[in-house]
């Protein structure tokens, strides 16, 4: 089955304990993104990938970070993570040259105490 | 990428037709109208999306003005399953080439409920 998956599903922590959001696709897409939704917001990209070691940054990048050694996978990674991180994460992807077929991940409800 | 408008909320009878509208009065020539939907904090599903002509898929239509400065999304017979957040996004085909971000701006959209 086609899917994105992401890891964990709810993560409760405490500010500045250094955390990783995993995103996995079975599709073999090049283009990965992360997404954050806060109520009234709406939803925002943080990073995003083309593929392989070729990332960037997306609307609300600040204080997140990303790799992308294969193509399968896109961790979230939030090095010294505050309160105003509280969101709920969303990872996506999709080919490259087909757009429209994005895939979005179940998300991530992160706490920040 | 231009900035869209839509109503905050919309109620629609289960069986009746929704008809979701859209402003995009800033639209160039090379964007894109696409559709998504979030089901209560569910991962957002593509619906639909057109440049010119009027779409139809299996979930929806699409109809886009003339002038492209709107659009409606339409689904036929709404059923209590279909009640989302339904968002109406622009978007311009870059190039690859110029390395610039094939992203979606998503805005607030529209909460769709469907009333039994």
């Known amino acids: 089955e086609a899917q994105v998956t992401q890891n964990p599903r709810y993560l409760i922590t405490v500010t500045g304990k250094k955390l990783t959001v995993t995103c996995s696709q079975n599709?073999?897409?090049?283009?990965m993104s992360w997404y954050r939704q806060d109520p009234g917001l709406g939803l925002r990209q943080i990073y995003y990938?083309?593929?392989?070691?070729?990332?960037d940054k997306g609307d609300v990048p600040e204080g997140y970070k990303v790799s992308r050694k294969e193509k399968r996978n896109f961790p979230l990674i939030l090095e010294s993570p505050s309160p105003n991180q509280t969101s709920l994460y969303f990872c996506?992807?999709?080919?490259?040259?087909?757009?429209?077929?994005?895939?979005f991940g179940p998300g991530t409800r992160l706490t920040v105490l | 990428d231009a900035k869209t408008t839509q109503p905050p909320s919309m109620d629609c009878a289960e069986g009746r037709a929704a008809n979701l509208p859209c402003n995009h009065s800033?639209?160039?020539?090379?964007?894109?109208v696409y559709w998504y939907r979030q089901i209560h904090s569910q991962g957002p599903q593509y619906i639909i999306h057109?440049?010119?002509n009027n779409e139809t898929n299996e979930m929806a239509s699409l109809i886009i003005t003339e002038d492209r400065k709107s659009s409606t999304l339409i689904l036929p017979h709404a059923t209590l399953r279909d009640t989302a957040v339904y968002y109406c996004?622009?978007?311009?085909?870059?190039?690859?080439?110029?390395?610039?971000?094939?992203?979606?701006?998503f805005g607030s959209g529209t909460q769709l409920t469907v009333l039994p």
């Open positions: 990938s083309m593929n392989v070691e070729v990332t």
């Open positions: 800033t639209i160039s020539g090379n964007e894109y």
């Open positions: 057109g440049l010119k």
């Open positions: 599709m073999n897409h090049e283009y």
């Open positions: 996506a992807s999709s080919p490259l040259f087909d757009f429209d077929t994005q895939y």
């Open positions: 996004i622009v978007r311009a085909d870059y190039e690859i080439s110029s390395g610039s971000a094939r992203q979606l701006t």
